[in-house]
């Protein structure tokens, strides 16, 4: 059976607040259709964005027969949002640094090994031992981890293709990334110079 495109409306957790924010003005319009794919987040003409999940799992959610979520989409390669420190330890190994953002919060950093002085690596927020923010920075990898199908370094129209167009783009600095977000959904991407810097994705405010 075909995997069901589940789209959802919940509250957003905002990222930051930005100074400089655009929408897609400018931006080309997606082009081919990206193959449907189950635990990926999937742009239809017809239906906007939304996740892809297992054909009876999505006809219970249709049928509100079971709850309605999106969480097996917020995942970027190994880290899942709602996964275990065990987990993400057991896949990336022992962090290179971490901090405490309160009590029960902290943030761990993981490089990811491979060759030249600029290295692409994850940064990870659990709260009480479990993801609730992953972020991917960095140049492309050797071994590509991703997000929906994308990757560092891939091209701004594998994006549009792959999302849709973002509702918004936002950006610090001049010299810095813009990043574009699909609320509500809690995901963004960083493009700068056309491509793909860094992948986020956090736990919906709403769940």
Not at 2 to 15: E, K, Q, Y
Not at 59 to 71: C, E, I, N, R, Y
């Amino acid at each position: 059976m075909r995997p069901i495109l589940i789209s959802l409306l919940v509250a957003a957790m905002p990222f930051s607040a930005y100074a400089a924010c655009r929408g897609p003005q400018g931006l080309p319009k997606p082009g081919n259709e990206v193959p449907l794919m189950e635990n990926h987040f999937h742009y239809h003409p017809g239906k906007g964005l939304g996740c892809v999940v297992a054909h009876d799992k999505g006809q219970a959610m249709t049928d509100h027969k079971g709850p309605v979520s999106f969480l097996n989409c917020l995942k970027v390669g190994a880290v899942s949002v709602g996964g275990t420190l065990t987990a993400v330890e057991k896949s990336l190994g022992q962090a290179m640094a971490q901090s405490d953002i309160d009590l029960f919060t902290e943030t761990r950093v993981y490089e990811i090994q491979q060759r030249g002085v600029l290295r692409p690596h994850y940064v990870v927020t659990f709260k009480d031992e479990h993801v609730v923010a992953v972020q991917l920075i960095g140049p492309p990898m050797v071994i590509p981890a991703t997000f929906s199908g994308l990757t560092l370094g891939d091209d701004q129209q594998k994006v549009i293709d792959t999302l849709g167009l973002p509702g918004e783009r936002c950006r610090t600095k001049t010299d810095g990334p813009e990043m574009w977000t699909w609320n509500p959904f809690p995901i963004a991407i960083d493009v700068m110079d056309g491509y793909v810097a860094g992948i986020k994705v956090t736990w919906p405010s709403a769940k």
